[in-house]
């Protein structure tokens, strides 16, 4: 005997939404479901508006969703770039504030066992909450989004047709956003690259000073 699912149906419950802008403007609506409100949750992004706040110590979500996540979900811009060359940084438009790309490399030691971090954050304020800042009294930061780990992907929160039925990215998707194609990987690969760069010239003996003639 079959036994019949228990798991309700999404595409009859009605979804509400409440929205805002950085100008102060607020709303709410109510549609028809929940796929109906991520919809609109896409949709109203484009016009400046965001839905729901960014819990303490911001989102978190899998590494593997970094390519593919869709910033309008979190009523945020498209990653764009300011600066060549060695000097650009990858930055994203959320509430009025800009948020600058981190990122920290996976740790692996007897003690401590880390997966590689990319984040995005930015200064605190004296107008941020207490509970949102991070860092030390020198230096407070709030941080928007972090990437990390192996967790599940949630399609729902990805770019629309770039994930198949499976799950799975698409390879023509899985590249780094806000630039012009750069593969995932190599994006990883040259972070890398630099951070071993970073090692061996502080580890570098320093040149002795030549004699007074």
Not at 135 to 153: N, Q
Not at 177 to 187: K, L, N, Q, R
Request: with cysteine; charged share 20%; proline share 7%.
């Amino acid at each position: 005997m079959t036994r019949a699912s228990t798991r309700p149906d999404l595409s009859t419950i009605p979804f509400t939404i409440h929205v805002t802008n950085n100008l102060g403007h607020q709303g709410s609506m109510t549609l028809p479901n929940v796929q109906a409100a991520m919809d609109v949750i896409r949709e109203v992004s484009r016009l400046g508006y965001r839905c729901g706040t960014v819990p303490p110590g911001g989102i978190e979500l899998p590494m593997r969703m970094f390519p593919v996540f869709d910033w309008s979900v979190i009523g945020a811009d498209k990653p764009f770039i300011v600066g060549e060359g060695a000097d650009a940084k990858l930055m994203v438009r959320h509430g009025g504030f800009v948020y600058s790309h981190r990122w920290g490399p996976a740790v692996s030691s007897a003690k401590l066992k880390l997966p590689a971090k990319v984040w995005f954050s930015r200064g605190a304020k004296q107008t941020d909450d207490e509970q949102a800042k991070q860092g030390t009294d020198a230096i407070e930061y709030v941080r928007l989004i972090s990437f990390s780990g192996s967790g599940f992907l949630t399609p729902a929160y990805c770019v629309p047709d770039s994930v198949d039925a499976r799950g799975n990215i698409l390879e023509r998707c899985n590249t780094l956003p806000g630039t012009d194609g750069v593969a995932f990987e190599a994006y990883f690969n040259q972070l890398e690259a630099e951070r071993a760069d970073y090692l061996r010239n502080r580890t570098q003996p320093r040149a002795a000073h030549a004699a007074p003639h």
